[in-house]
T-cell receptor, first 113, second 115 residues
Framework: GESVGLHLPTLSVQEGDNSIINCAYSNSASDYFIWYKQESGKGPQFIIDIRSNMDKRQGQRVTVLLNKTVKHLSLQIAATQPGDSAVYFCAAQADTGFQKLVFGTGTRLLVSP | EAQVTQNPRYLITVTGKKLTVTCSQNMNHEYMSWYRQDPGLGLRQIYYSMNVEVTDKGDVPEGYKVSRKEKRNFPLILESPSPNQTSLYFC??????????????FGDGTRLSIL
């Protein structure tokens, strides 16, 4: 079955730096990917998504890159702010008839001033 | 405001005492789902529903029941809770009836402690 993993449990950055959070997935049939942000005491909040027919998608201060060859995606946050401190999850989904969303375990982003 | 609402947010109870966690969404979403979140294990799906009266098991359905009598509500029922069901629970909904290609929107969670 599908598995999704993030490369680092914790990432510490300085305010103003760019942050890169990585994620790997196992199922080559996965064709929809989502990044979520989870702040303490709250549910996962949608950040950005990307389909497998794209390599890159940009939002406000965030960019998701997808490399299907090595089954890897990353979330880039520009000019990281203290309010970006949270746990970030990637999730993958395959359109194979059973549309299960598989989540990684998350990377905690710590932003120091 | 578009949202998924769970109640209660916190509950401490004892083994064997039936409980229900309610979930309601106001976005007219077809797809709803329940997850549990445990340290080191990420989010795991318990049950999901693609429409009224249509529910199916996720990865960890044992010990749980759900119902979908109305589109907006998707309660999670623990008939006889046990300590291994102590966890953080999330309800989510999605516009697409199969939950594909549209982000799932999550409630703020229910922390259950079963003693």
């Amino acid at each position: 079955g599908e598995s999704v993993g993030l490369h680092l449990p914790t990432l510490s950055v300085q305010e103003g730096d760019n942050s890169i959070i990585n994620c790997a997935y196992s199922n080559s049939a996965s064709d929809y990917f989502i990044w979520y942000k989870q702040e303490s005491g709250k549910g996962p909040q949608f950040i950005i998504d990307i389909r497998s027919n794209m390599d890159k998608r940009q939002g406000q201060r965030v960019t998701v890159l997808l490399n299907k060859t090595v089954k890897h995606l990353s979330l880039q946050i520009a000019a990281t702010q203290p309010g970006d401190s949270a746990v970030y999850f990637c999730a993958a989904q395959a359109d194979t008839g059973f549309q299960k969303l598989v989540f990684g375990t998350g990377t905690r982003l710590l932003v120091s001033p | 405001e578009a949202q998924v609402t769970q109640n209660p947010r916190y509950l401490i109870t004892v083994t064997g005492k039936k409980l229900t966690v309610t979930c309601s969404q106001n976005m007219n979403h077809e797809y709803m789902s329940w997850y549990r979140q445990d340290p080191g294990l990420g989010l795991r799906q318990i049950y999901y529903s693609m429409n009224v009266e249509v529910t199916d098991k996720g990865d960890v359905p044992e010990g749980y029941k759900v119902s979908r009598k109305e589109k907006r509500n998707f309660p999670l029922i623990l008939e006889s809770p046990s300590p291994n069901q102590t966890s953080l629970y999330f309800c989510a909904s999605s516009l697409d009836p199969q939950g594909f290609g549209q982000p799932q929107h999550f409630g703020d969670g229910t922390r259950l402690s079963i003693l």
